[in-house]
Structures are given as structure tokens and as C-alpha cells.
């Protein structure tokens, strides 16, 4: 997607705290969800955010001082459904089901992410700290691909500072990431440095500069851990 469209599309996203991380056209044999009217969908783009992205505007709508559960999530389907609408897509959003769409493998289909050890994808500029909000679909192929053909950090990176900076040794490269081990370590203390933000994720040295602010972190500690 180029040109005049695609810059309206970059703008709006932005100014609701919203990014584009890349796209692809529904080869032969894939599947995606079906558009509004029901018609397939001939290609996707991928919409996230990243760390400190969304958290101001969110802090500032009217979602956040309800009072009522998914703030974020609700934020995301209000902006993401209008913007959609009016550009002329479709949306899909990561917490609608079951059964839920495969964003993670959406995301490897973009190009530019790869598994980290800590679960979560890393992108080759935005680390681990991009989140998948939605995916806007259309019955018209992309015209230009955004594709990133480099592929994510993880692969080369040969340190894995993330693996040696969680406190709970939660981490390991032959068994990955064990959820109930990191989580009977947060619950010893709510003073943990872990609260403020994961400390293996802030360890990886690639997209620091789109790390969460620590209240913003905290945030999604608490929903984490419950």
C-alpha cells in the first residue's frame, strides 16, 4: 500500500497511537477471515503499538475512566472499527473469540519478527515491545507489499541477555518460558523491580527506546498475574 492512502492510513493510526507493522497479500491457499459483507479477503495489514504508543492516549479517553473491565481493549475496537470503516477495511482484533485469529502467525507472514526465548515475538526495530491490536483486511490486493524480508533479532543474537536477566530463572533456551515459575515469583513481593516492567524484556538490547514506562508496565503486570 503507497502512496496518498497509505499516508492518511500512517496519520490516523498514529495521532489514535496506533502503527502499521507490515502486510501481505493472501497467497494461494491462505486463509483469512472474511470481510463484512461476507466477501474474502484478498490481503491484511497488521496493526499494533508499541510501548509507549497508545499508553497516553488511553490514559486520556473515556475508556480508562469508566470504570469498567478491557480498557485497552475497548479503546482499540472504538478507534481501530472507525478507522477501518473509513478507509475502506475491514477489522479483526486478537481478543475476539474463540476460536482466535493467528496474529502471531500473521505477524511472521510481515516479515521482520522471530520467537523469542521470553514467548512473545521481537521485531527487528521495535524489540519485544510491539503489541497486535488488530488486522485490517481488504477484498483489493495490496498494491506494495510493506513487507520486512529481514528477519527478526532473535536468530542472531547470540548474547540472550534476556535469558540471564530474569530474577525467577523463568527462562531457559531448551525449555523456554515457564508462565506458573515467573508468576509464583511475582506474587512473593508487589515490590518486585519485575512490577515496573518484565526485566528480561528490558534486557534485550533491540527497540529500547519503545519500552513501556514503568505505570504502564505495572499494568499489564497486574492483568498478567491476576
Given at each position: 500500500?503507497?502512496?496518498?492512502?497509505?499516508?492518511t492510513?500512517?496519520?490516523?493510526?498514529?495521532?489514535?497511537?496506533?502503527?502499521?507493522?507490515?502486510?501481505?497479500?493472501a497467497?494461494?491457499?491462505s486463509?483469512?477471515?472474511?470481510?463484512?459483507?461476507?466477501?474474502p479477503?484478498?490481503?491484511?495489514?497488521?496493526?499494533?503499538?508499541?510501548g509507549?504508543?497508545?499508553?497516553s492516549?488511553?490514559?486520556?479517553?473515556?475508556?480508562?475512566?469508566?470504570?469498567?473491565?478491557?480498557?485497552?481493549?475497548?479503546?482499540?475496537?472504538?478507534?481501530?472499527?472507525?478507522?477501518?470503516?473509513?478507509?475502506?477495511?475491514?477489522?479483526?482484533f486478537?481478543?475476539?473469540?474463540?476460536?482466535?485469529?493467528?496474529?502471531?502467525?500473521?505477524?511472521?507472514?510481515?516479515?521482520?519478527?522471530?520467537?523469542?526465548p521470553?514467548?512473545?515475538?521481537a521485531?527487528?526495530?521495535?524489540?519485544?515491545?510491539?503489541?497486535?491490536?488488530?488486522?485490517?483486511?481488504?477484498?483489493?490486493?495490496?498494491v506494495?507489499?510493506?513487507?520486512?524480508?529481514?528477519?527478526g533479532?532473535?536468530?542472531?543474537?547470540e548474547?540472550k541477555?534476556?535469558?540471564?536477566?530474569?530474577?525467577?530463572?523463568?527462562?531457559?533456551?531448551?525449555?523456554?518460558?515457564?508462565?506458573?515459575?515467573?508468576?509464583?515469583?511475582?506474587?512473593?513481593s508487589?515490590?518486585?523491580?519485575c512490577?515496573t516492567?518484565?526485566?528480561?524484556?528490558?534486557?534485550?538490547?533491540?527497540?529500547?527506546?519503545?519500552?513501556?514506562?514503568?505505570?504502564n508496565?505495572?499494568?499489564?503486570?497486574?492483568r498478567?498475574?491476576?
Amino acid at each position: 500500500m503507497t502512496g496518498p492512502a497509505a499516508a492518511t492510513l500512517t496519520e490516523r493510526l498514529a495521532a489514535a497511537g496506533f502503527l502499521c507493522l507490515g502486510g501481505f497479500n493472501a497467497a494461494d491457499g491462505s486463509v483469512l477471515p472474511a470481510l463484512n459483507d461476507g466477501a474474502p479477503a484478498r490481503s491484511l495489514l497488521l496493526i499494533g503499538s508499541t510501548g509507549p504508543s497508545v499508553w497516553s492516549r488511553l490514559t486520556d479517553s473515556p475508556e480508562w475512566g469508566d470504570g469498567k473491565a478491557d480498557p485497552l481493549d475497548r479503546y482499540t475496537r472504538r478507534l481501530l472499527t472507525d478507522i477501518a470503516l473509513t478507509e475502506g477495511f475491514s477489522a479483526v482484533f486478537p481478543f475476539e473469540g474463540p476460536p482466535y485469529h493467528p496474529f502471531q502467525q500473521w505477524a511472521t507472514r510481515c516479515g521482520g519478527f522471530s520467537q523469542s526465548p521470553m514467548g512473545v515475538l521481537a521485531h527487528r526495530h521495535y524489540g519485544p515491545w510491539t503489541g497486535f491490536r488488530a488486522a485490517f483486511l481488504s477484498g483489493a490486493p495490496l498494491v506494495s507489499e510493506p513487507v520486512e524480508n529481514a528477519s527478526g533479532p532473535c536468530e542472531t543474537c547470540e548474547d540472550k541477555p534476556c535469558i540471564s536477566a530474569c530474577p525467577a530463572t523463568a527462562l531457559t533456551i531448551e525449555s523456554g518460558y515457564d508462565v506458573p515459575k515467573c508468576r509464583e515469583h511475582l506474587s512473593a513481593s508487589r515490590d518486585l523491580d519485575c512490577w515496573t516492567g518484565c526485566l528480561a524484556r528490558r534486557a534485550c538490547p533491540f527497540g529500547a527506546e519503545h519500552r513501556q514506562a514503568p505505570d504502564n508496565a505495572r499494568y499489564h503486570m497486574e492483568r498478567f498475574a491476576g
